[in-house]
Protein backbone atom coordinates (compact mmCIF):
# COMPACT_ATOMS: atom_id res chain seq x y z
CA UNK A 1 0.00 0.00 0.00
CA UNK A 2 1.12 3.53 -1.05
CA UNK A 3 -0.23 6.62 0.50
CA UNK A 4 -1.17 9.42 -2.71
CA UNK A 5 -2.13 12.49 -3.11
CA UNK A 6 -2.03 14.94 -6.32
CA UNK A 7 -0.50 18.72 -5.77
CA UNK A 8 0.77 21.50 -6.99
CA UNK A 9 4.45 22.18 -5.49
CA UNK A 10 4.51 25.91 -4.17
CA UNK A 11 7.90 27.74 -5.56
CA UNK A 12 10.48 28.24 -3.24
CA UNK A 13 10.28 31.99 -3.15
CA UNK A 14 6.62 31.61 -2.90
CA UNK A 15 7.50 29.23 0.33
CA UNK A 16 10.35 31.81 2.13
CA UNK A 17 7.39 34.10 1.79
CA UNK A 18 5.13 31.73 3.97
CA UNK A 19 7.77 30.52 6.30
CA UNK A 20 8.41 34.56 7.45
CA UNK A 21 4.70 34.09 8.45
CA UNK A 22 5.03 30.68 10.76
CA UNK A 23 5.26 32.09 14.08
CA UNK A 24 2.89 33.36 17.01
CA UNK A 25 0.76 30.05 17.72
CA UNK A 26 2.78 28.35 20.74
CA UNK A 27 3.12 24.44 19.93
CA UNK A 28 2.62 24.81 15.96
CA UNK A 29 4.02 22.10 13.86
CA UNK A 30 5.18 24.29 11.25
CA UNK A 31 5.48 22.60 7.41
CA UNK A 32 9.29 22.93 5.86
CA UNK A 33 9.65 24.30 2.57
CA UNK A 34 10.02 21.27 1.12
CA UNK A 35 6.23 20.20 2.25
CA UNK A 36 4.40 23.14 1.11
CA UNK A 37 1.86 22.84 -2.00
CA UNK A 38 -1.48 22.62 -2.69
CA UNK A 39 -3.47 19.39 -2.54
CA UNK A 40 -5.42 18.96 -5.95
CA UNK A 41 -6.75 15.30 -4.74
CA UNK A 42 -5.80 13.07 -1.47
CA UNK A 43 -6.31 9.57 -2.70
CA UNK A 44 -5.23 7.62 0.38
CA UNK A 45 -3.83 4.22 0.56
CA UNK A 46 -3.74 2.42 -2.43
CA UNK A 47 -2.66 -0.94 -3.47
CA UNK A 48 0.24 -0.41 -5.59
CA UNK A 49 -1.83 -2.03 -8.82
CA UNK A 50 -4.36 1.05 -8.18
CA UNK A 51 -1.18 3.57 -8.18
CA UNK A 52 -0.52 2.63 -11.32
CA UNK A 53 -3.99 2.84 -13.19
CA UNK A 54 -4.22 5.63 -10.95
CA UNK A 55 -0.82 7.02 -12.84
CA UNK A 56 -2.14 6.57 -16.16
CA UNK A 57 -5.32 8.23 -15.75
CA UNK A 58 -3.44 11.32 -14.77
CA UNK A 59 -1.26 10.94 -17.67
CA UNK A 60 -4.05 11.41 -19.58
CA UNK A 61 -5.29 14.90 -17.33
CA UNK A 62 -5.11 17.68 -20.35
CA UNK A 63 -5.26 21.57 -19.83
CA UNK A 64 -3.28 24.52 -20.58
CA UNK A 65 -0.73 26.08 -18.15
CA UNK A 66 -2.74 29.09 -15.95
CA UNK A 67 -2.13 31.36 -12.89
CA UNK A 68 -3.03 30.79 -9.15
CA UNK A 69 -2.38 33.60 -6.34
CA UNK A 70 -2.66 32.82 -2.92
CA UNK A 71 -4.99 34.99 -1.05
CA UNK A 72 -6.05 34.86 2.62
CA UNK A 73 -5.54 33.01 5.60
CA UNK A 74 -7.81 30.73 7.68
CA UNK A 75 -7.93 27.46 9.91
CA UNK A 76 -9.34 24.34 10.14
CA UNK A 77 -11.38 22.83 13.28
CA UNK A 78 -13.52 20.12 14.39
CA UNK A 79 -15.67 21.90 17.02
CA UNK A 80 -13.08 24.05 19.16
CA UNK A 81 -10.19 21.68 18.23
CA UNK A 82 -8.09 23.68 15.85
CA UNK A 83 -6.01 21.51 14.04
CA UNK A 84 -4.37 23.32 11.08
CA UNK A 85 -3.60 27.00 9.70
CA UNK A 86 -3.39 27.56 6.36
CA UNK A 87 -2.85 29.94 3.33
CA UNK A 88 -5.59 30.90 1.07
CA UNK A 89 -5.94 30.49 -2.65
CA UNK A 90 -7.98 32.82 -4.81
CA UNK A 91 -10.80 31.59 -6.84
CA UNK A 92 -9.24 30.03 -10.11
CA UNK A 93 -11.85 28.13 -12.71
CA UNK A 94 -8.67 26.42 -13.72
CA UNK A 95 -7.53 25.48 -10.18
CA UNK A 96 -11.36 23.62 -9.53
CA UNK A 97 -11.32 22.22 -13.23
CA UNK A 98 -7.95 20.18 -12.88
CA UNK A 99 -9.32 19.33 -8.88
CA UNK A 100 -12.10 17.61 -11.13
CA UNK A 101 -10.35 16.09 -13.54
CA UNK A 102 -7.65 14.53 -10.66
CA UNK A 103 -11.39 13.34 -9.14
CA UNK A 104 -12.23 11.97 -12.22
CA UNK A 105 -8.73 10.31 -12.82
CA UNK A 106 -9.42 8.22 -9.09
CA UNK A 107 -13.32 7.75 -10.21
CA UNK A 108 -11.02 5.99 -13.39
CA UNK A 109 -8.62 4.08 -11.30
CA UNK A 110 -11.38 2.58 -9.14
CA UNK A 111 -11.26 5.08 -6.38
CA UNK A 112 -14.39 6.17 -4.31
CA UNK A 113 -15.23 9.83 -4.59
CA UNK A 114 -14.11 12.89 -2.75
CA UNK A 115 -17.40 13.55 -0.36
CA UNK A 116 -15.38 17.13 0.83
CA UNK A 117 -15.75 20.19 -0.68
CA UNK A 118 -12.72 21.39 -2.48
CA UNK A 119 -11.14 23.79 -0.68
CA UNK A 120 -7.60 24.70 -2.11
CA UNK A 121 -4.91 25.97 0.76
CA UNK A 122 -1.38 25.53 1.53
CA UNK A 123 -1.00 24.05 5.27
CA UNK A 124 1.59 26.07 6.93
CA UNK A 125 1.35 24.34 10.28
CA UNK A 126 -0.49 21.32 11.72
CA UNK A 127 -1.97 22.35 15.73
CA UNK A 128 -3.19 20.17 18.59
CA UNK A 129 -4.73 21.93 21.75
CA UNK A 130 -4.16 25.53 20.16
CA UNK A 131 -4.75 28.28 21.96
CA UNK A 132 -7.71 29.91 20.41
CA UNK A 133 -6.70 33.48 20.93
CA UNK A 134 -3.16 32.79 19.62
CA UNK A 135 -4.85 31.46 16.31
CA UNK A 136 -7.45 34.32 15.81
CA UNK A 137 -4.53 36.74 16.43
CA UNK A 138 -2.70 34.96 13.70
CA UNK A 139 -5.31 34.78 11.21
CA UNK A 140 -6.12 38.89 11.71
CA UNK A 141 -2.39 39.19 11.41
CA UNK A 142 -2.30 37.33 8.06
CA UNK A 143 -5.48 37.60 6.11
CA UNK A 144 -4.72 39.99 3.92
CA UNK A 145 -1.73 37.46 2.69
CA UNK A 146 -1.62 37.88 -1.46
CA UNK A 147 1.19 36.27 -3.12
CA UNK A 148 2.30 37.25 -6.36
CA UNK A 149 1.10 35.20 -9.38
CA UNK A 150 2.11 31.53 -9.73
CA UNK A 151 2.31 29.91 -13.10
CA UNK A 152 0.92 26.36 -12.82
CA UNK A 153 2.77 24.23 -15.91
CA UNK A 154 2.67 21.04 -13.97
CA UNK A 155 1.24 18.76 -11.03
CA UNK A 156 2.64 16.30 -9.20
CA UNK A 157 1.63 12.35 -7.85
CA UNK A 158 3.41 12.17 -4.22
CA UNK A 159 3.66 9.87 -2.04
CA UNK A 160 3.02 10.48 1.77
CA UNK A 161 5.12 8.42 4.72
CA UNK A 162 4.06 9.54 8.12
CA UNK A 163 6.79 10.09 10.98
CA UNK A 164 7.19 11.30 14.44
CA UNK A 165 7.69 14.72 12.58
CA UNK A 166 4.73 15.08 10.17
CA UNK A 167 4.87 13.88 6.84
CA UNK A 168 7.44 13.57 4.64
CA UNK A 169 6.55 13.50 0.43
CA UNK A 170 8.52 12.33 -2.28
CA UNK A 171 7.41 12.91 -6.08
CA UNK A 172 6.38 10.04 -8.03
CA UNK A 173 4.83 11.20 -11.00
CA UNK A 174 5.30 14.71 -12.59
CA UNK A 175 2.56 15.90 -15.54
CA UNK A 176 2.98 18.70 -17.13
CA UNK A 177 0.40 20.71 -19.17
CA UNK A 178 0.11 22.10 -22.15
Known amino acids: MIRLFAAL ?20 RWRPLEALHVTLRFFGEVR ?33 DIH ?28 KAEKRHYRPHVTLAYLRRADLAEVAAWIQANNLLKSPPIT ?21 ADYRLG
Open 9 to 28: AIPPEIGRALQARQSGIEGA
Open 48 to 80: EDVARDLDAALMAVGGRPFEISLAGAGSFADGD
Open 84 to 111: AVWAGVAESPELRRLAEACETAARCAGL
Open 152 to 172: IDRFGLYSSTLGSEGSHYRLE
